[in-house]
């Protein structure tokens, strides 16, 4: 079995380790603890590598990485990746949005509230000096303050809502966003930066790019309230650090929290000397839950990509993810799932290939031809990928097509496969419910209700009785268990799909072949 090399560069959870460790087809490399000069011999073996903060995707790395197809940042924030440089070497870099969200926004909530109590130095004089002076220590109040939010994503939002709980009067600026988002929430919207510059407390918490570095600098702080509270959980360099300093100095700025700074790690910093600054070591994401989350989801993501499965939450495809509406992403998940579902059961020449959808889904029929091609191809070509697909399509002579239908069928939205093979036609189709959850809900014209995941065998059989037993009992010769076993019958005969906890072998495959009332078995994993 050829195997993937995934290369983990940072420290990340154990349950992730563990997931690669115990992944047949992986080839795991633990490369965190050894320098970044160390690094670049290790990392050019990589098919796959995930990375934290801590390792700086450059051009010095990228071109050490001469195998790699896929980078996984373990977080949120991408602003140490060369996107560039990934995109014209084909890399596809994702990263992991939401496992994290949490943490970040209650450490922004953690210096909020030490700031105004002052909490790390009254605990400190009691607990390390033994000096109980409780009238150095009269903080201020959350209550009825005016917070202003820049960036009103997945952690801005829910820093807002938890500081309504609070009593607090919130405003964010974030022109990226409909003004509803924040409103329908009871929170104030405005687009004039101004507004928030007159805050009591102002927590940022966009991406860092050209836009946001700097965003409040001398002038900014200038135009503030005398004694603002100043708090920064997103990336160091978004409040300009010489601004910072000077302003805390002169006691304009009368505290600020800070868990990042412009170079990390900061251990000497003006920053830590003075007196009004809470500071955490880029901590953000830093809890045993997050952590947990983001390094089983790396590593599957790493897994799946690796195998050119899936490249979740991609943020260099030839399309612009940003200006894909939300509700779209699992259905490019879902077509590039069944199509190499598709194509792992009936390995043979492809002559082309049809997408068609119904519903809002099918204004980005674009889209879904990338990923619906992409999950084709995985299963016969290697080094496949969303910047080469349709080359490589090309190349083979597999013709690509799409149709768009008015919603028909009774699903809202529904994408559907259609491949002409050497062998005939099969197809597939699929839906989203409840925002996320992916169904396929029709294979070779037999209605289904199932998850795309997992390996399973998809058997044709005359629908006689029998057949299930018979199934069971080829399977659990062969020690296979049975983790679901969907049926779908016609007039003509029956399809089965069998979720099953172990690989199908060949060997299997011919003896549930070589039941009386079978016509075709196959073996597909996603
Ligand atoms: N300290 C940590 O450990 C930690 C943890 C997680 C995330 N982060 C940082 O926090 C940032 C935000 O994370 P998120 O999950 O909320 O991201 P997100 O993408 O959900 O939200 C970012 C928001 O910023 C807005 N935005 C972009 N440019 C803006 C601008 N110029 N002015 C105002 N708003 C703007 C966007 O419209 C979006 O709503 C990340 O980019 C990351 O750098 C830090
Ligand atoms: O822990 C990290 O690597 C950084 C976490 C955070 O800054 C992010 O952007 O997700």
Same mark, same amino acid.
């Given at each position: 079995?050829?195997?993937?090399?995934?290369? !983990?560069?940072?420290?990340?959870?154990?349950?992730?380790?563990?997931?690669?460790?115990?992944?047949?087809?992986?080839?795991?490399?633990?490369?965190?603890?050894?320098? *970044?000069?160390?690094?670049?011999?290790?990392? *050019?073996?990589?098919?796959?590598?995930?990375?934290?903060?801590?390792?700086?995707?450059?051009?010095?790395?990228?071109?050490?990485?001469?195998?790699?197809?896929? $980078?996984?940042?373990?977080?949120?924030?991408?602003?140490?990746?060369?996107?560039?440089?990934?995109?014209?070497?084909?890399?596809?870099?994702?990263?992991?949005?939401?496992?994290?969200?949490?943490?970040?926004?209650?450490?922004?909530?953690?210096?909020?509230?030490?700031?105004?109590?002052?909490?790390?130095?009254?605990?400190?004089?009691?607990?390390?000096?033994?000096?109980?002076?409780? #009238?150095?220590?009269?903080?201020?109040?959350?209550?009825?303050?005016?917070?202003?939010?820049?960036?009103?994503?997945?952690?801005?939002?829910?820093?807002?809502?938890?500081?309504?709980?609070?009593?607090?009067?919130?405003?964010?600026?974030?022109?990226?966003?409909? &003004?509803?988002?924040?409103?329908?929430?009871?929170?104030?919207?405005?687009?004039?930066?101004?507004?928030?510059?007159?805050?009591?407390?102002?927590?940022?918490?966009?991406?860092?790019?050209?836009?946001?570095?700097?965003?409040?600098?001398?002038?900014?702080?200038? *135009?503030?309230?005398?004694?603002?509270?100043?708090?920064?959980?997103?990336?160091?360099?978004?409040?300009?650090?010489?601004?910072?300093?000077?302003?805390?100095?002169?006691?304009?700025?009368?505290?600020?929290?800070?868990?990042?700074?412009? *170079? #990390?790690?900061?251990?000497?910093?003006?920053?830590?000397?003075?007196?009004? !600054?809470?500071?955490?070591?880029?901590?953000?994401?830093?809890?045993?839950?997050?952590?947990?989350?983001?390094?089983?989801?790396?590593?599957?993501?790493?897994?799946?990509?690796?195998?050119?499965?899936?490249?979740?939450?991609?943020?260099?495809?030839?399309?612009?993810?940003?200006?894909?509406?939300?509700?779209?992403?699992?259905? $490019?998940?879902?077509?590039?799932?069944?199509?190499?579902?598709?194509?792992?059961?009936?390995?043979?020449?492809?002559?082309?290939?049809?997408?068609?959808?119904?519903?809002?889904?099918?204004?980005?029929?674009?889209?879904?031809?990338?990923?619906?091609?992409?999950?084709?191809?995985?299963?016969?070509?290697?080094?496949?990928?969303?910047?080469?697909?349709?080359?490589?399509?090309?190349?083979?002579?597999?013709?690509?097509?799409?149709?768009?239908?008015?919603?028909?069928?009774?699903?809202? %939205?529904?994408?559907?496969?259609?491949?002409?093979?050497?062998?005939?036609?099969?197809?597939?189709?699929?839906?989203?419910?409840?925002?996320?959850?992916?169904?396929?809900?029709?294979?070779?014209?037999?209605?289904?209700?199932?998850?795309?995941?997992?390996?399973?065998?998809?058997?044709?059989?005359?629908?006689?009785?029998?057949?299930?037993?018979?199934?069971?009992?080829?399977?659990?010769? &062969? %020690?296979?268990?049975?983790?679901?076993?969907?049926?779908?019958?016609?007039?003509?005969?029956?399809?089965?799909?069998?979720?099953?906890?172990?690989?199908?072998?060949?060997? !299997?495959?011919? #003896?549930?072949?070589?039941?009386?009332?079978?016509?075709?078995?196959?073996?597909?994993?996603?």
């Amino acid at each position: 079995m050829s195997k993937h090399t995934i290369v !983990v560069c940072d420290h990340i959870h154990d349950a992730g380790l563990e997931i690669l460790q115990n992944t047949e087809d992986v080839n795991y490399v633990y490369a965190a603890d050894i320098d *970044k000069v160390a690094l670049l011999d290790v990392i *050019k073996d990589a098919d796959v590598a995930i990375t934290r903060s801590s390792t700086d995707v450059d051009e010095k790395f990228l071109n050490a990485a001469t195998n790699l197809k896929a $980078i996984i940042r373990a977080g949120v924030g991408y602003d140490n990746v060369d996107m560039e440089g990934c995109s014209k070497r084909g890399i596809i870099a994702m990263n992991v949005p939401t496992a994290n969200t949490i943490a970040a926004v209650e450490l922004t909530m953690t210096h909020m509230l030490s700031c105004m109590r002052k909490f790390p130095y009254a605990h400190g004089q009691l607990k390390d000096q033994r000096i109980w002076k409780r #009238e150095d220590w009269y903080g201020r109040e959350l209550y009825g303050k005016k917070l202003g939010v820049i960036g009103f994503g997945n952690i801005g939002h829910r820093v807002a809502l938890r500081a309504k709980s609070f009593e607090m009067d919130v405003i964010t600026y974030d022109p990226y966003i409909p &003004s509803t988002k924040a409103t329908d929430l009871g929170i104030k919207y405005t687009t004039n930066f101004e507004d928030i510059l007159d805050c009591d407390i102002i927590t940022i918490h966009t991406p860092k790019n050209k836009e946001t570095i700097d965003m409040i600098g001398e002038e900014e702080i200038a *135009k503030m309230k005398d004694g603002v509270v100043l708090i920064n959980c997103a990336r160091g360099g978004l409040y300009n650090e010489d601004a910072l300093v000077n302003n805390l100095k002169s006691g304009k700025i009368a505290m600020a929290g800070i868990d990042v700074f412009k *170079k #990390e790690p900061a251990t000497d910093h003006p920053l830590l000397d003075l007196p009004n !600054v809470t500071v955490t070591a880029h901590l953000g994401a830093n809890t045993k839950e997050s952590q947990r989350e983001i390094s089983v989801q790396a590593a599957n993501n790493a897994i799946e990509s690796a195998r050119g499965i899936a490249y979740p939450n991609a943020l260099n495809l030839p399309i612009d993810e940003s200006k894909i509406p939300s509700f779209v992403k699992p259905y $490019i998940e879902l077509t590039q799932k069944m199509a190499f579902l598709i194509a792992q059961s009936d390995k043979t020449e492809i002559r082309s290939i049809n997408i068609a959808a119904e519903g809002e889904i099918a204004e980005y029929l674009e889209s879904l031809e990338t990923f619906a091609t992409v999950g084709a191809l995985a299963v016969s070509t290697e080094d496949i990928n969303y910047v080469n697909a349709n080359f490589i399509a090309e190349e083979k002579g597999i013709e690509i097509t799409t149709s768009k239908f008015s919603n028909h069928s009774g699903y809202q %939205n529904k994408v559907s496969i259609k491949f002409t093979t050497s062998k005939g036609v099969q197809t597939i189709s699929g839906t989203v419910f409840n925002d996320d959850v992916q169904r396929i809900v029709e294979l070779n014209g037999f209605a289904l209700d199932i998850e795309p995941q997992g390996k399973m065998l998809i058997m044709r059989n005359e629908d006689v009785p029998g057949v299930i037993g018979e199934v069971g009992k080829t399977l659990a010769n &062969s %020690n296979i268990n049975i983790a679901d076993f969907r049926l779908s019958r016609q007039k003509d005969g029956a399809l089965a799909v069998i979720l099953i906890d172990e690989k199908a072998s060949s060997n !299997v495959i011919k #003896e549930l072949e070589n039941i009386q009332a079978a016509k075709s078995v196959a073996y597909a994993e996603i």
